[in-house]
């Protein structure tokens, strides 16, 4: 894991052909779930 990792999860990209497993897909709503909220509410 490295900085920044979680930004293909975030902005995927067709430079990329990742096959996202079902607990990568549940890390990912949680983390726009995060991000969603702290948008919304600072």
């Avoid at 995927?12 to 509410?41: C, Y």
């Amino acid at each position: 894991v490295s900085h920044s990792d979680d930004s293909l999860l975030l902005f995927p990209s067709d430079s990329f052909n990742v096959t996202l497993s079902e607990e990568t897909l549940k890390v990912r709503n949680i983390l726009f779930n995060i991000w969603s909220t702290f948008s919304a509410n600072g």
